[in-house]
């Protein structure tokens, strides 16, 4: 049972210090119980009552990470049903299914393509997390050397799917660090835990109902597996959605322990038909998919899963930013001209991306605004000569051009005047209002040389 708010309250030291970042003892405990805060914040809490308070402060859905290194993947620890409840945090990952009887020449081309598949968007890279390499030929020896052609290939984290025979043959032969072994079902549960284990790797588990879902969960929470990923087993668009709607709110809402890890999808195994694959895998994406396998991952798909990830994931209180400062675009020089607007990811996308059209050189600032658009940002006070003057005197601009002349947004034409008084020895032009005349106005456009 999940322990209320007035149950923490009682193990607190009631001293209202607010070093935990909360005026009172009691608005930290209710905040411990809503999931919203970690105990460790209180540094008076004895050893004791931490003790005590170990349920209601662990996260009602287990962290679980796969790999290790730059490329490790984690899952799970989420707090929320609805994204606007507050955000989810740790995005999805998506793996390419491989299995151990395709032709050799065919893996090699997938991971190639795999490996390049990879996107920059609003200063995130986007691409693939995982490969699950599957033993589908049922050779122990097989599956290894598909394992270990894998590793050498791509260094993203793996799903070894296989029994515990071949799983061990090939951590063995490809020297894996935790890779997701796949996965404890009631009748191998000793020996996959037994690997887990061993390997220190997290564990898929498999029932056939959620009644057994709670008591291969628990059994492995008992032998001491904890790094759990719950694949129910069902095939179907339907039921898997169900099931994972299920099992969230068993976890979060009712803080049932059994229930409260990340979970793994196979679209790749639902359909055979590639889009209606894409289909499946955008629904685990929005909900509530901790990792979604595909067979076909190629980029028309995967650059949509990824945007759509990415948008999930995004925080809803506070906008998508683009980290302040000046981004070359399309090789500009010297007499190339100079552009500001506010550091809305949407905005700069926007702007880049026509400017990227126009094959136009060009300098874009990026002015840090909080993540406002251009009229909001100058309504709220940001987007305004001071700042825009103070970003422009801290940047190193003026190493790169040899003339000082501002473009800044037509929706704020109204500061011209005041900007070219705080920016000294500056002419300030205003540009378009729309993105779209971008093109246009930069080909017609000079900067007025010093
Ligand atoms: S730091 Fe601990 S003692 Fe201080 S207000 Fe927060 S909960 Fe209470």
Same mark, same amino acid.
């Given at each position: ?93 998506? *793996? ?8 050799? /020449?065919? =893996? +090699? @081309?997938?991971?190639? &393509?795999? %490996?390049?598949? #990879? ?57 894996? *660090? ?8 009631? /009748?191998? =549960? +000793? @020996?996959?835990?037994? &690997?887990? %284990?061993?390997? #220190? ?70 359909? +055979? ?178």
């Amino acid at each position: 049972m999940a322990l209320t708010g007035m149950d923490i309250f009682k193990q607190l030291p009631k001293t209202n210090c607010g070093e935990c970042g909360i005026p009172t003892c009691l608005a930290f405990a209710m905040k411990l119980a809503a999931g919203g805060a970690s105990l460790e914040a209180c540094p008076h809490v004895s050893e004791e009552a931490k003790a005590k308070l170990s349920e209601a402060s662990a996260p009602p859905m287990r962290g679980v990470t796969i790999g290790e290194g730059d490329y490790t993947l984690k899952i799970g620890e989420e707090l929320v049903v609805y994204r606007h409840e507050k955000t989810f945090f740790n995005p999805p990952g998506y *793996a390419l299914l491989v299995e151990d009887n395709e032709d050799s /020449a065919a =893996i +090699d @081309a997938k991971l190639a &393509l795999l %490996k390049e598949t #990879s996107y920059e968007r609003v200063g995130q890279i986007l691409r693939a997390d995982l490969v699950a390499v599957k033993n589908t030929s049922g050779d122990v020896n097989t599956f290894a050397d598909v394992v270990k052609k894998v590793t050498g290939a791509i260094e993203y984290p793996l799903i070894l799917m296989a029994e515990a025979p071949a799983i061990e043959a090939a951590v063995e032969a490809a020297s894996l *660090a935790k890779p997701l072994l796949y996965a404890a079902t009631a /009748a191998n =549960i +000793d @020996a996959m835990a037994g &690997l887990a %284990k061993k390997y #220190s790797a997290p564990l898929a588990v498999k029932p056939t109902s959620l009644e057994e879902l709670a008591e291969l969960t628990d059994k492995l929470d008992g032998m001491g597996v904890k790094d759990l990923v719950i694949d129910m087993g069902t095939r179907t668009l339907k039921e898997t959605f169900q099931n994972l709607v299920f099992t969230r709110r068993l976890a979060l809402k009712k803080k049932q322990r059994p229930f409260g890890y990340p979970t793994i999808t196979f679209p790749a195994e639902e359909t +055979d038909d590639d889009m209606m694959e894409a289909v499946h895998a955008a629904v685990y994406a929005i909900k509530y998919g901790g990792i979604i396998v595909l067979r076909d991952l190629s980029p028309e798909k995967a650059y949509a899963l990824f945007v759509l990830r990415q948008n999930i994931y995004t925080d809803p209180q506070r906008p998508m930013q683009v980290e302040q400062g000046f981004y070359p675009i399309n090789n500009p020089n010297e007499d190339s001209p100079v552009l500001v607007t506010t550091n809305f990811s949407l905005t700069y996308f926007i702007v880049s991306s026509e400017i990227e059209g126009s094959k136009m050189p060009a300098w874009l600032g990026i002015v840090d605004v909080d993540g406002l658009s251009t009229l909001t940002a100058w309504a709220a006070g940001k987007f305004v000569p001071e700042r825009i003057a103070a970003f422009i005197g801290k940047s190193d601009i003026l190493d790169k051009v040899k003339h000082k002349t501002l473009v800044i947004p037509g929706y704020v034409a109204q500061i011209s005047g005041e900007l070219e008084e705080e920016l000294q020895g500056w002419k300030v032009v205003v540009g378009p209002r729309e993105a779209a005349d971008i093109p246009a106005f930069l080909k017609s456009f000079q900067p007025v040389m010093a």
